[in-house]
């Protein structure tokens, strides 16, 4: 099959290229570089001894996307480029708009120039907001609390009423809970560019001596412990829920929203204990104020991913840990202090 990967340099895409390479697919990546390294691509060339088409490119700018869109003419298009960071869409809210939802309407325009249907989409767990109840199932109502998880929100909308409105169309809106881990050879990972805003990166740069000291937010949720609980993801099972999703999109017609998660809350305490066992070295931490928007748990209903994809979690925090650990440990600056493609 030949897919259409944006963002495929990313964390997540830069697992679910290898994944789909390893399978035999063929694929084009289109990528502006924003938050990532064209390292990313040559590794997995190097991991999977398969070739990679990438194109250096911006999902605004709509001529150069349906350009490489139709030049390809892909089977299927994952999207994953987009801006995730939830503290910066609050200061600019209009780049986030344009890059995650005008930038997911031009690839639907291109696609429909190019005569391609089928689409998987990167969404995110935040398009809930607060929890009425949990496990968040996919029936939960949408009602994000920051901008965004609103630009998340409104592009499930616009793929939406593009499946409705295209004969034929298959849509899969993948709703992440927290992806964390890397590619077990250690040669992957995730490399935030600036201060991590995530817990499990910032804890491998503790580990690894580039930080000082954790601060856990908060130490007085209603939790098993106090901290707060998340559904962290295996990025290597969230890769293989993309060719699962891939796979579905091919036999069914429609828009289908699934949760992508373990169905497991981890407590910030766990996962800390979790990555001193796998690092074997102590990882400083203070307690510290509540961060504000934060929830006390989230956690995925799997039901249905199970159901319509056949795919669930098979890697536990233990292996999080571990596959995280190898790539802080043998990337301590990730990507940068690579000299040359492909080192
Ligand atoms: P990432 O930043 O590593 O990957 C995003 C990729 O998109 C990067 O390679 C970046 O260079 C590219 N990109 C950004 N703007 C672009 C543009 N205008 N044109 C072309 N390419 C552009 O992030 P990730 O963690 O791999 O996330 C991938 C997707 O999954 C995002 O859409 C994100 O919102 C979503 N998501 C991530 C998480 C998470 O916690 N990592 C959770 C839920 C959903
Ligand atoms: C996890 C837990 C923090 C950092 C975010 C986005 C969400 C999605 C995934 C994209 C919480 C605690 C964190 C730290 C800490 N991204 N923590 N010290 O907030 O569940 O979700 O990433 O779609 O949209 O909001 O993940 O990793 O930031 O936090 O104590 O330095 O770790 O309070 O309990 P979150 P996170």
Not at 205 to 211: E, T
Not at 245 to 254: D, I, N, Q
Not at 277 to 287: S, T, Y
Request: charged content about 20%; aromatic content about 8%.
């Amino acid at each position: 099959m030949k897919v259409f990967v944006t963002g495929g340099a990313g964390y997540i895409g830069s697992h679910t290229l290898v994944r789909l390479l390893a399978a035999g697919h063929d694929v084009c990546v289109f990528d502006n570089y924003a938050n990532s390294s064209p390292v990313a691509l040559a590794r997995a060339r190097q991991l999977t001894n398969r070739e990679v088409v990438a194109v250096e490119g911006d999902i605004r700018d709509s001529d150069a996307l349906a350009q490489s869109l139709a030049d390809f003419a892909p089977d299927a298009v994952v999207h994953f480029a987009g801006l995730k960071a939830v503290g910066e869409s609050n200061d600019i809210p209009l780049l986030y708009y344009q890059t995650n939802v005008t930038g997911t309407m031009n690839l639907l325009a291109a696609m429909d120039a190019a005569g391609c249907r089928r689409i998987v989409f990167s969404s995110s767990a935040t398009v809930y907001g607060e929890a009425q109840y949990l496990p968040f199932d996919e029936e939960h109502p949408i009602a994000p609390t920051n901008p965004y998880g609103r630009t998340k929100a409104m592009a499930e909308g616009v793929i939406r009423d593009w499946a409705t409105a295209t004969p034929d169309a298959s849509a899969v809106l993948l709703r992440y809970f927290n992806p964390v881990g890397a590619h077990e050879s250690g040669r992957i990972g995730e490399d935030p560019q600036d201060t991590p805003n995530n817990l499990m990166p910032f804890v491998a740069q503790v580990a690894v001596g580039r930080r000082a000291r954790l601060s856990i937010f908060g130490d007085d949720y209603d939790t098993r412990d106090g901290t707060g609980e998340r559904d962290y993801i295996h990025v290597v099972d969230l890769a293989a829920a993309h060719l699962a999703a891939l796979e579905y999109s091919a036999r069914a017609t429609g828009c289908e929203a699934i949760n992508v998660g373990t169905g497991q809350g981890i407590t910030v305490k766990e996962l800390v204990a979790a990555y001193e066992a796998a690092c074997g070295r102590p990882i400083a931490a203070e307690i510290a104020p509540r961060r504000p928007g934060d929830v006390a748990s989230s956690y995925a209903a799997t039901a249905k991913a199970e159901r319509l994809l056949g795919w669930q979690a098979a890697l536990d925090v233990d292996d999080m840990c571990r596959s995280s650990w190898k790539w802080q440990s043998e990337n301590p600056q990730g990507y940068d202090a690579t000299t040359g493609a492909g080192a």
